[in-house]
Nanobody
Framework: QVQLVESGGGLVQAGGSLRLSCAAS????????MGWFRQAPGKEREFVAA???????VYLNSVKGRFTISRDSAKNTVYLQMNSLKPEDTAVYYC????????????????WGQGTQVTVSS
């Protein structure tokens, strides 16, 4: 079984930065991708960013240029550096593992973390 543990969420003012981490443990195949999704109150969970183990990455248009996804293969850890945060980035952020296909759909991932709250104040 795979476990994903997110950390790094919190409260930040608009324009600030946060770095989220997601540590994966268990039987996880390094050839699969990992990603980040978010869910704001009253909204559906949406794709934010994903990265293949080759380093190729993809982003939600509204976070391009502000967020950066990276990974440490040796540690089975994925990071999401979030800069120039906006109030509309407020959401629970979820890590997802063992992704395949386009990487932008929830059903393309096999494992999910419990989520970490990010709140951006104006």
């Amino acid at each position: 079984q795979v476990q994903l543990v997110e950390s790094g969420g919190g409260l930040v003012q608009a324009g600030g930065s946060l770095r989220l981490s997601c540590a994966a443990s268990g039987r996880i195949f390094s050839s699969y991708a990992m990603g980040w999704f978010r869910q704001a109150p009253g909204k559906e969970r949406e794709f934010v960013a994903a990265i293949r183990w080759s380093g190729w990455s993809v982003y939600l248009n509204s976070v391009k240029g502000r967020f950066t996804i990276s990974r440490d293969s040796a540690k089975n850890t994925v990071y999401l550096q979030m800069n120039s945060l906006k109030p509309e980035d407020t959401a629970v952020y979820y890590c997802a593992a063992q992704g395949r296909g386009s990487l932008i759909r929830r059903d393309e991932y096999d494992y999910w973390g419990q989520g970490t709250q990010v709140t951006v104040s104006s």
